[in-house]
């Protein structure tokens, strides 16, 4: 069964640090783009970060640039979101998607992340920024 499965949200005091992880069974992420994404209570899903599949080419919402920084292990088959100086407008549910690597990197995660385009979706992971 294909799967992609996150782990590593928590509860964080603001200032701190989380690292998420991505990892998918049934099939191998070599050939997709990976983005992260989020959605708060009553906002819109938001795209925080993206990754092409082949030379890795991040795409940021500006929101998190500066401050996440998204890296995939082809060889563990997991993608991770790395989150620093984490604020309370963080709090969220994060999910990682997966799309085909269907063009040129840069088009792909610029189309992937603003428009939220997957071909697999996650369960999520809650991150709580509060002191």
């Known amino acids: 069964q294909v799967q992609l499965v996150e782990s590593g949200g928590g509860l964080v005091q603001p200032g701190g640090s989380l690292r998420l992880s991505c990892a998918a069974s049934?099939?191998?992420?070599?050939?997709?783009?990976i983005g992260w994404f989020r959605q708060a209570p009553g906002k819109e899903r938001e795209g925080v970060s993206c990754?092409?599949?082949?030379?890795?080419?991040?795409y940021y919402a500006d929101s998190v640039k500066g401050r996440f920084t998204i890296s995939r292990d082809n060889a563990k088959n997991t993608v991770y979101l790395q989150m620093n100086s984490l604020k309370p407008e963080d709090t969220a549910v994060y999910y990682c998607?997966?799309?085909?690597?269907?063009?040129?990197?840069?088009?792909?995660?610029?189309?992937?992340?603003?428009?939220?385009?997957?071909?697999?979706w996650g369960q999520g992971t809650q991150v709580t920024v509060s002191s």
């Open positions: 998607a997966a799309v085909w690597d269907w063009g040129p990197p840069s088009a792909v995660v610029e189309t992937m992340c603003p428009r939220g385009v997957g071909d697999y």
């Open positions: 990754i092409s599949s082949s030379v890795g080419i991040p």
């Open positions: 049934a099939f191998t992420l070599d050939y997709y783009a």
